[in-house]
Nanobody
C-alpha cells in the first residue's frame, strides 16, 4: 500500500488542523492505521492509532483529549483532527499502515508498522 499524507501547515497556538492520509489499493480496511510525528532532533513518536473497523482508537498521553483519529474505509483515508495545538506539537507527521488479522486491534510501536507515508509538516507558532 502507498500512503500520501496532507494537510500540514502553519497555525497559531490554540488553532486546529486536519491531516489526511490517502492510501492506494482496494484493501484499505485490512490495515491498522497510525499517526506518528518527529520533531527536529528527536526520535519519531507515536501519536494515535485506529483499528481496521474504526471502533478502537489509542492516543499518546500528550495528545489525548486534543487529537482525534478517524477513518473512512470507503474512501481509503485516515484523518487526524488536531485541536488546541501547542508549539510542542510542531513536527513532521507521518501516517503508517500495517496489515492485521484482527478487526479491532491497534498498534502503537513504530516497529509494528510496515508502510509509511512521506510526512507532512505541522508548525505551531506561539
Amino acid at each position: 500500500v502507498q500512503l500520501q499524507a496532507s494537510g500540514g501547515g502553519l497555525v497559531q497556538a490554540g488553532g486546529s488542523l486536519r491531516l489526511s492520509c490517502a492510501a492506494s489499493g482496494r484493501t484499505f480496511s485490512s490495515y491498522v492505521m497510525g499517526w506518528f510525528r518527529q520533531a527536529p532532533g528527536k526520535e519519531r513518536e507515536f501519536v494515535a492509532a485506529i483499528s481496521r473497523s474504526g471502533d478502537s482508537t489509542y492516543y499518546a498521553d500528550s495528545v489525548k483529549g486534543r487529537f482525534t483519529i478517524s477513518r473512512e474505509n470507503a474512501k481509503n483515508t485516515v484523518f487526524l483532527q488536531m485541536n488546541s495545538l501547542k508549539p510542542e506539537d510542531t513536527a513532521v507527521y507521518y501516517c503508517a499502515a500495517d496489515r492485521d488479522y484482527y478487526w479491532n486491534n491497534v498498534k502503537f510501536d513504530t516497529d509494528e508498522y510496515e508502510y509509511w507515508g512521506q510526512g507532512t509538516l505541522v508548525t505551531v507558532s506561539s
